[in-house]
């Protein structure tokens, strides 16, 4: 988690020391695995890190520095619990190791803020609402339990594009943020990945 960090800051204070010598852009599409770190209730079904995740991004440029568009991401989370004897039923006991799954799909729109448009490395904000579906799964041999929700979403996120070249339209994108939402599907999540960019 601290190398994540790191390699973050350190990004984003080179993004600082390059000149003005990019493309603004007038489109933007990513492709990002997605990590993501459960809080709240999810943490207490599983409290340890997810890494089985995607996310595809786009944002349409109305200024050179505002961009609207949407977020997808989808992420899943598994955790093994030791045999131990379940009661199932009044009259039913199994001994059985019990797997755990949750299931995250947050769907948003997006506003996006680019502090330095004409910059090689473009470092942004971003804010989105949308909704959220959050499912936990519990499966004892052949039996399984299910519990879903929706929730209305919120979701701040900061983040950088690097192109590959100066005149690159393809480049790596690495952004954090946070999901908030009324069903209490909470986590921090990370994406590393690739974006096209349309000037």
């Known amino acids: 988690m601290k190398k994540i960090y790191t390699i973050a800051i350190a990004l984003l204070v080179a993004a600082t020391s390059f000149a003005q010598s990019g493309h603004r852009y007038s489109q933007v599409y990513s492709f990002n695995w997605q990590s993501s770190l459960p809080l709240g209730k999810p943490a207490e079904f599983i409290p340890s890190m997810g890494f089985n995740g995607a996310n595809f991004n786009f944002g349409f440029f109305v200024t050179d520095n505002i961009a609207i568009g949407a977020d ?85 996120e900061v983040g950088i594009y690097v192109p590959f070249g100066k005149h690159s339209h393809w480049g790596a994108n690495v952004a954090a943020g946070y999901n908030w939402a009324t069903n209490k599907a909470q986590n921090l999540y990370f994406n590393v990945g690739l974006f096209f960019s349309v000037f």
């Open 72 to 156: 997808f991401s989808w992420g899943y989370n598994q955790q093994t619990v030791d045999p131990e004897v379940y009661n199932i039923g009044d009259n039913c006991a199994v001994y059985a190791a019990l797997y755990k799954t949750t299931q995250n799909i947050p769907m948003k729109a997006q506003f996006k803020y680019l502090f330095n448009p004409t910059g090689f490395v473009k470092v942004y904000a971003a804010a989105g609402l949308g909704a959220t579906s959050y499912t936990e799964y519990i499966q004892i041999q052949e039996y399984q339990f299910s519990d879903s929700s929706w929730g209305f979403l919120m979701s701040p």
